[in-house]
């Protein structure tokens, strides 16, 4: 079975600072790694994907999250946050390419504070 | 573009009750999905389909009845609701060529009493 952990629930952070918001999965099969974002009130939105070749995958608004396979992780991390960030953030997995369901983490908070 | 579609937004059941989340969506993809937000526990996998006639459980299907006679459109039913089935309520379509890529409905809130 596939599972997605997604260790902080809430992530405080000023403006202007760095972040990191961290995933880790557990699969025993080839999996597809994703960052999705929900603002307030609002559906969820994809951020970034990684499916294979770099390990290093870019996003929209200025994220980009590293996969790394001998730590099962796919943390994601921005180099200078905006109010505008705030939103919660969750990882996911499609295992073993079966595009069709996406298994989530439980999501993290970014709470970005001027 | 109207993307995927979910009505009503906000519902307010009783007990016992039975009722039908609406979802729709415009750009002919294969793949529909339903999921349930809860508070401190992300997003969890209902039912999905992978084509009209065909449909499958995913994590947490109790409770709840699909059926796929259009690519269009993906119903969510619940027969008799219960407390626990309080949640807002995500609707999402994918197909294979997007590898993972789903968009999202706005979400049905759904409170029952």
């Known amino acids: 079975a596939q599972s997605v952990t997604q260790l902080d629930s809430q992530v405080p952070v000023f403006e202007e600072a760095p972040v990191e918001l961290r995933c880790n999965y557990s699969s025993s099969v080839s999996v597809y790694l994703f960052w999705y974002v929900q603002y307030p009130n609002q559906g969820l939105q994809l951020l970034l994907k990684y499916l294979s070749g770099s390990t290093l995958v870019k996003g929209i608004n200025g994220f980009e999250a590293e996969f790394n396979k001998s730590q099962t992780s796919f943390h994601l991390r921005k180099p200078s946050v905006h109010i505008s960030d705030t939103a919660e953030y969750f990882c996911a997995v499609s295992p073993g390419g079966a595009t069709n369901k996406l298994i989530f983490g439980t999501g993290t908070l970014l709470a970005v504070q001027p | 573009n109207a993307g995927v579609t979910q009505t009503p937004k906000f519902q307010v059941l009783k007990t016992g009750q039975s009722m039908t989340l609406q979802c729709a969506q415009d750009?002919?993809?294969?793949?529909m999905s339903w999921y349930r937000q809860d508070p401190g526990m992300g997003l969890r996998l209902i039912h999905y389909s992978v084509g009209a006639g065909i449909t499958d459980q995913g994590e947490v299907p109790n409770g709840y009845n699909v059926s796929r006679s259009t690519t269009e459109d993906f119903p969510l039913r619940l027969l008799s609701a219960a407390p626990s089935q309080t949640s807002v309520y995500f609707c999402?379509?994918?197909?294979?060529?997007?590898?993972?890529?789903?968009?999202f409905g706005q979400g049905t809130r759904l409170t029952v009493v």
């Open positions: 999402a379509s994918s197909y294979p060529g997007l590898r993972g890529k789903a968009f």
């Open positions: 750009m002919n993809h294969e793949y």
